[in-house]
């Protein structure tokens, strides 16, 4: 079992930058795949950053590629989601999952409770 709690939403200019924390509970975190995803109002939940276990290989949804870094230190339970470069359409719930692998993340067994991320024009 796994807990996810994001932090570090708020509100950023466009052009800023922004970096979320996921906490991770549980002893297992370190062998997890662990990913980003966001909603915006009236759109369906959409994936936007995977890390494998290790931290070797990183996966983006082109719409962030080049802006967004996914990171994780399995020292302190935590994946980081650097944001740079918002847009108005990044503007969206963040949430943090978990799951075995990157593929089987697109349907993860763990989600945070998300957290707001408002970009202003």
């Known amino acids: 079992q796994v807990q996810l709690v994001e932090s570090g939403g708020g509100l950023v200019q466009a052009g800023g930058s922004l970096r979320l924390s996921c906490a991770a509970s549980?002893?297992?975190?370190?062998?997890?795949?662990m990913g980003w995803f966001r909603q915006a109002p009236g759109k369906e939940r959409e994936f936007v950053a995977a890390?494998?276990?290790?931290?070797?290989?990183?996966y983006y949804a082109d719409s962030v590629e080049g802006r967004f870094t996914i990171s994780r230190d399995n020292s302190k339970n935590t994946v980081y989601l650097q944001m740079a470069s918002l847009k108005p359409e990044d503007m969206a719930v963040y949430y943090c999952a978990a799951d075995n692998t990157p593929q089987s993340l697109m349907t993860p067994n763990y989600w945070g409770q998300g957290t707001q991320v408002t970009v202003s024009s």
């Open positions: 549980g002893r297992t975190f370190s062998s997890y795949a």
């Open positions: 890390i494998t276990w290790n931290g070797m290989r990183q």
